[in-house]
């Protein structure tokens, strides 16, 4: 297995494009709500969107509901739906699980 995996996506904060490295091993816990996974990394956190559940939120809330919204449940990263993402959380969910990270 594969020691890293590289997300791309928009960071929520900037809104700019941007790839994440992440180092499995730098995981130490994991939550997937499906649409939304949580990241807890040995230096920092990730709330991961996928950006068309993104899209369509933002397009159901107002500007203003929509960034307390993001604040409010930690959202900072949202996820391009392409084969090499899905692959890479499949990796990283798979890593997860195998090492008892995971929590629902």
Known sequence: MQNHVTLSG???????RESQDILL????HVVDQHEITYLALKSTRMGIIRNDTYQATRMAMGQRDFAYFLDETNLTFALYI?????????TLLAY???HQLMSK
């Open 25 to 28: 091993t730098d995981l130490v």
């Open 10 to 16: 928009k960071n929520l904060r900037t809104g700019l």
């Open 82 to 90: 392409t084969s090499a993402n899905v692959q890479a959380l499949k």
């Open 96 to 98: 997860a699980r195998q």
